[in-house]
Nanobody
Framework: QLQLVESGGGLVQPGGSLRLSCAVS??????????IGWFRQAPGKEREGVSC????????KYADSVKGRFTVSRDNTKATTYLQMNSLKPEDTAVYYC?????????????????????WGQGTQVTVSS
């Protein structure tokens, strides 16, 4: 079983930056099939896919809404995935979740509600406001 814990959320001004972390535990060195997706959900809104990264290749995918502003990366030695968020906008305000699936690669379209992801963190709040 996999466990995920997000951290790094908080309050930031528009145009500011924030880095979220997703610590993953419960897998072994032989568990090479693993992707980590980032999702967000604002109150009253549907959950939205943000990004995805493959453990084995490091190849990343981004939703159009964050492309060019957000960067996802991973440190396999720390079993941690990061979401670097720059040029933040008020519309980025949401609870951000990381999720895991036992796949080798991310799908081409990351704009998903999270179907196929079996393991989820509990989320971290990101608020972008002046």
């Amino acid at each position: 079983q996999l466990q995920l814990v997000e951290s790094g959320g908080g309050l930031v001004q528009p145009g500011g930056s924030l880095r979220l972390s997703c610590a993953v535990s419960g897998y072994t060195r032989d568990d090479v099939a693993l992707i980590i997706g980032w999702f967000r959900q604002a109150p009253g809104k549907e959950r939205e896919g943000v990004s995805c990264i493959s453990k084995i290749s490091g190849i990343t995918k981004y939703a159009d809404s964050v492309k060019g502003r957000f960067t996802v990366s991973r440190d396999n030695t720390k079993a941690t995935t990061y979401l670097q968020m720059n040029s933040l906008k008020p519309e980025d305000t949401a609870v951000y979740y990381c999720a895991a699936a036992r796949r080798y690669y991310c799908s081409g379209d990351v704009s998903t509600s999270g179907v196929g992801y079996d393991y989820w963190g509990q989320g971290t709040q990101v608020t972008v406001s002046s």
